[in-house]
């Protein structure tokens, strides 16, 4: 195993020294590099996003944008729901394959994965509009909300990054990845700048965040497809499914896991938007969600910054390289608590005048909203490392646990505040999921890493 070169250091000694000792890691210069590429595409995404964001409320002022920002959160959490994630399962069993000989066996892992994103989303789309059509009264949405719902939910059924997700993932083709999510970020703003211009409605509106998030999807699977041809994996279709669950132990039992963990995550982050309109009014919704669609770009960074770590920690994991699946934790998630804590700094000193030139003076109520999304989001954010960690453990039950009982936490709280301080009730019952999520993350990769410490004594290190 190879030894880092600060290792001899107790604790990680000085400033001067600990920085040394980090440079000197070639395999943490090269995680880096990986996640300038993602974090560079990230922030050009979240300039064109915000941009996108000021043309619509602009457009459409806060009662419309209000039904639009619930009409997206509706099939958010739709997906959420549903998906499967299967960019998950691919790479924790995909990460132990390498070489001609087990290139079957990857493009069979690879066809599951597109079997049940397809199957995700066509299960996606037939919930959103059933529940549109039987159930949505229960909010109290009009017919024209409902109508925009339906139209926008036809997005749900392109729903097909995960395999090509995965494959980018495992390939290091983590610049594609950046610049994909660009373009696509490029042409929602042109769109709408046009869309603008020409005086579109809410209908208009939405039909181009719709059709822009179809590129989107579309433009990741191109992308993934093309990275397999050029690797020589073709006649991806045609791979047998038949013993699969034989040839992957356990296959099933950590998709649906995965899956349920995400989805109960999820729920919190998606429903919130649909809470703080249900409890209060379609204006809260909208102002919640301009805050959290700022804030959420945060969480999007440390997301991408999961896509670099977690096939290296799968990787570490099954060659039972315990000590430095640690140190790669600890490194990244210091780097990633540093960036949050500037983050709230700054936004805390631009919030307001930034909302106000963006968006006008009628969105200045999201301000301390924001504020306070981001304090929430960086406490998430200095768990995410942990929680890929835990995933490569196959510790998922134990990611499970700690996900229901944050998300409890998040729905008394959520509901005994929005109805009395409206949509700050929201951001407040994220900062108590956070803490909840955060602490018990750390107590059981603490468990479970002091386990695989007793039982391999060789392979860890106090």
């Known amino acids: 195993m190879e030894h880092d070169p600060g290792s001899n250091q107790k604790g990680w000694g000085t400033a001067p020294r600990r920085f040394l000792s980090i440079w000197q890691n070639t395999t943490l210069r090269t995680r880096l590099r990986h996640i300038m590429h993602l974090l560079s595409g990230n922030a050009v995404s979240l300039v064109l996003g915000i941009a996108s964001m000021a043309i619509t409320v602009r457009a459409l002022g806060p009662t419309s944008y209000g039904i639009l920002a619930l009409t997206i959160s509706f099939a958010q959490a739709i997906e959420r729901i549903i998906s499967f994630q299967s960019w998950q399962p691919i790479i924790r069993y995909g990460a132990e394959l390498d070489g001609e000989d087990n290139l079957a066996d990857f493009k069979r892992l690879l066809k599951f994965g597109l079997m049940l994103d397809i199957a995700a989303s066509l299960a996606a789309w037939l919930l959103a509009n059933l529940l549109l059509l039987l159930g949505i009264h229960a909010f109290g949405w009009d017919s024209e909300t409902i109508l925009i719902a339906q139209l926008y939910s036809v997005v749900l059924l392109f729903g097909l990054a995960g395999m090509p997700t995965a494959v980018l993932r495992?390939?290091?083709?983590?610049?594609?990845?950046?610049?994909?999510?660009?373009?696509?970020?490029?042409?929602?703003?042109?769109?709408?700048?046009?869309?603008?211009?020409?005086?579109?409605?809410?209908?208009?509106?939405?039909?181009?965040?719709?059709?822009?998030?179809?590129?989107?999807?579309?433009?990741?699977?191109?992308?993934?497809?093309?990275?397999?041809?050029?690797?020589?994996?073709?006649?991806?279709?045609?791979?047998?499914?038949?013993?699969?669950?034989?040839?992957?132990?356990?296959?099933?039992?950590?998709?649906?896991?995965?899956?349920?963990?995400?989805?109960?995550?999820?729920?919190?982050?998606?429903?919130?938007?649909?809470?703080?309109?249900?409890?209060?009014?379609?204006?809260?919704?909208?102002?919640?969600?301009?805050?959290?669609?700022?804030?959420?770009?945060?969480?999007?960074?440390?997301?991408?910054?999961?896509?670099?770590?977690?096939?290296?920690?799968?990787?570490?994991?099954?060659?039972?390289?315990?000590?430095?699946?640690?140190?790669?934790?600890?490194?990244?998630?210091?780097?990633?608590?540093?960036?949050?804590?500037?983050?709230?700094?700054?936004?805390?000193?631009?919030?307001?005048?930034?909302?106000?030139?963006?968006?006008?003076?009628?969105?200045?109520?999201?301000?301390?909203?924001?504020?306070?999304?981001?304090?929430?989001?960086?406490?998430?954010?200095?768990?995410?490392?942990?929680?890929?960690?835990?995933?490569?453990?196959?510790?998922?039950?134990?990611?499970?646990?700690?996900?229901?009982?944050?998300?409890?936490?998040?729905?008394?709280?959520?509901?005994?505040?929005?109805?009395?301080?409206?949509?700050?009730?929201?951001?407040?019952?994220?900062?108590?999921?956070?803490?909840?999520?955060?602490?018990?993350l750390r107590f059981a990769f603490g468990r479970a890493f002091r386990n695989a410490a007793i039982a391999h004594p060789a392979t860890t290190r106090p």
């Open 170 to 440: 495992l390939s290091g083709r983590f610049r594609a990845a950046a610049y994909t999510q660009v373009f696509a970020a490029g042409v929602r703003l042109m769109a709408l700048a046009i869309t603008y211009i020409a005086g579109g409605g809410l209908l208009a509106f939405t039909l181009v965040w719709a059709g822009t998030q179809i590129l989107s999807s579309l433009s990741t699977l191109v992308v993934g497809l093309f990275v397999l041809r050029r690797q020589g994996v073709h006649g991806l279709l045609f791979a047998p499914l038949t013993g699969i669950t034989q040839r992957f132990s356990g296959l099933w039992r950590f998709t649906w896991s995965a899956n349920l963990s995400l989805t109960i995550w999820s729920s919190p982050q998606q429903l919130d938007t649909l809470i703080v309109g249900g409890l209060s009014t379609p204006e809260q919704a909208g102002f919640y969600h301009i805050a959290k669609r700022i804030s959420i770009a945060v969480l999007q960074a440390a997301t991408q910054v999961q896509a670099v770590m977690y096939p290296d920690l799968a990787r570490l994991w099954a060659r039972d390289a315990f000590n430095e699946l640690r140190q790669a934790v600890r490194q990244v998630e210091y780097l990633l608590a540093g960036i949050g804590i500037c983050g709230v700094a700054i936004t805390a000193l631009i919030a307001f005048p930034a909302i106000n030139l963006a968006m006008g003076p009628a969105f200045r109520p999201a301000a301390p909203l924001l504020i306070v999304q981001m304090v929430a989001v960086v406490m998430t954010v200095s768990g995410s490392i942990t929680r890929s960690a835990l995933l490569a453990m196959d510790q998922q039950g134990q990611v499970l646990r700690i996900v229901t009982a944050s998300t409890i936490i998040f729905g008394v709280t959520v509901l005994a505040l929005v109805p009395q301080i409206g949509a700050m009730g929201a951001n407040l019952a994220h900062i108590a999921l956070a803490a909840t999520w955060l602490a018990g």
